[in-house]
Every structure is written in C-alpha cells, then in structure tokens.
C-alpha cells in the first residue's frame, strides 16, 4: 500500500477549553496555523529522506475547515499552491452528536458513569445521536481502500485512531486511548506507524 503522511488538524480553541468538536466547524487558532507550518516543515524533511518531491504526493482533507486550513498551510509551506486539493467526506471527524460543544466535566454532570463506560468499550461505545469507532473505522476503511499512491492527509484525532485500530496496528480498543497530536507528523508504512515532531 502507498505510504500515508498523516497529520491532524491544528489547535482550536475548543481544543483549548477541551470540547468535544467532532462535526462542529472550529477554526485555528494562531497556534494550530503555527502548528501547521511545523508540520509543512516536518514533511519537507522526510520527502527530501523519502527522495520524493512534493509535486509527486496527492493531498486530500477532511471537510471541516480546520483540517482544510491547516492543508493549506502544510501546502504551502511545501511551496505548493495552497489550494486546489480535494476534500473527501469520508475524513471528517467521528461525531460525538449531543456531546458536541461539551468538556468532559459537562458530560459526567448529565451521567456521572458514561465516560466509565466509554472508556470500558470504546471501540463500539456510541454517544447520544453520535457514532462509534467501529463506524468510522468502516468510511475509513473505504477512504484507504481508495488510495492509490503516496498522500498527506490532513483530517483529525478520532478518524487517525480508527485507521491505527483498521490496520491492526494495535488492537481496536487500545487505537481509541492512542494519544494523536498537533504538529506532528504519523507515517502509516508497510503495516507500521511513525510519528514525527
């Protein structure tokens, strides 16, 4: 399979305050465009090892405009155009439905065992009008199946944790703990995961 760059979307100010956003359209903040460019940065350096050129890779993000923002940014820092990428909706971030908006603490004060009970099942666990890892892991599964040469990826935290869980490269309910984050670079290899930054 082609070698997949991956990087998660910059910070957000919900990602500050700690809110769940899946499908809720956040920008960056100044410190997730820095991020980006980090991560533009990032993989210029392992293109150059890689003995590829940026011209060479195909790009895609996910729809929300924070993974698109920070495509455009890693774009650019490569001295690409910024846009002209396609999206694909098949990258958007797994929903959490009613727990949008929420911390954790806003979660536990409406059922003081859910996270409990999240965390003992998380692969298959679905939030109230949400998805679980297990329906992303399948749109993710159709999205790689599609690939069919080296990509930088820029899309999110839940649909990289589906893709580690898909490709066995842990076990489906440790992928849902795997810490995925901003400013880095995760290369998905020959059945391997790498992370840089």
Not at 41 to 54: A, F, M, N, Q, Y
Not at 72 to 89: C, H, M, N, Q, S
Not at 129 to 137: L, R
Request: with cysteine; hydrophobic share 40%; proline share 5%.
């Amino acid at each position: 399979m082609p070698t997949i760059y991956y990087v998660r979307h910059g910070l957000t100010a919900w990602n500050v305050e700690q809110r769940l956003q899946g499908r809720h359209d956040v920008p960056l903040n100044a410190t997730g465009r820095a991020q980006a460019v980090k991560c533009g940065e990032i993989l210029s350096e392992l293109l150059t090892r890689d003995g590829c050129v940026p011209e060479a890779l195909q790009y895609v993000s996910s729809p929300l405009s924070r993974a698109r923002e920070t495509m455009e940014i890693v774009r650019a820092t490569l001295g690409l155009k910024p846009t002209g990428f396609p999206v694909d909706a098949r990258l958007v971030e797994i929903a959490f439905g009613e727990w949008e908006g929420l911390t954790y603490s806003d979660v536990t004060a409406r059922d003081k065992d859910v996270i409990a009970r999240r965390d003992a099942q998380k692969w298959e666990f679905l939030p109230p009008g949400g998805e679980s890892y297990a329906q992303v892991s399948v749109r993710m599964r159709s999205w790689y199946q599609s690939v069919d040469r080296d990509t930088v990826v820029s899309a999110h935290g839940g649909t990289a944790r589906a893709l580690i869980g898909l490709l066995a490269i842990i076990p489906p309910e440790d992928a849902t703990h795997y810490t995925v984050e901003h400013g880095v670079v995760y290369v998905f290899s020959d059945g391997t995961l790498a992370r840089y930054g």
